[in-house]
């Protein structure tokens, strides 16, 4: 039961970034609608570069406790608070495309994260590459490993 609250709470933190990452599209798009380097562009684009940098904190911690492909996914998320906050902030339009598209959206994001039986990162194996039999960390000869494999590989396939 912990880890499913565990789970849950990352979860609701990923979403809650997320919604912060969509506000920087409105910083954006109020920010085009001022006269270039006036105080308000300024204003707009200086609390779109703070959003993003507390996006970025954000999603490190998020991409720690979860499956890249698993937080990644669920970025299509943005697009629902996209259309959220247009109609909130410019007055857009809803309207039934829309709303199919959202609700596949959101559809596609829960059969992506329900699909991950593996839990987080944390429960995976690392995953450890070789390069040649002696595990020797002299770059020289890693260097020439590599080499030497990749162009056995070509010849081997009469690969000039």
């Not at 809650?16 to 910083?27: H, N, R, W, Y």
């Amino acid at each position: 039961m912990k880890k499913k609250n565990h789970r849950a709470a990352v979860f609701t933190i990923l979403h809650i970034m997320l919604a912060i990452f969509s506000l920087g599209t409105v910083c954006s798009k109020l920010a085009v609608q001022e006269s270039f380097l006036s105080f308000r562009f300024c204003l707009y684009y200086g609390l779109l570069i703070l959003i993003l940098g507390v996006y970025a904190l954000g999603w490190q911690q998020i991409i720690k406790r979860m499956p890249l492909t698993v937080a990644y996914a669920n970025r299509a998320v943005t697009v629902i608070w996209g259309g959220v906050f247009g109609v909130l902030f410019f007055g857009e339009k809803i309207t039934p495309g829309k709303i199919a598209g959202g609700v596949l959206t959101i559809a596609g994001v829960v059969l992506y994260a329900l699909s991950d039986a593996g839990g987080t990162d944390e429960d995976a194996e690392p995953a450890v590459i070789t390069l040649d039999s002696e595990n020797t960390p002299d770059a020289a000869k890693t260097t020439e490993s590599v080499k030497s494999k990749i162009t056995g590989d070509f010849e081997s396939k009469g690969v000039e």
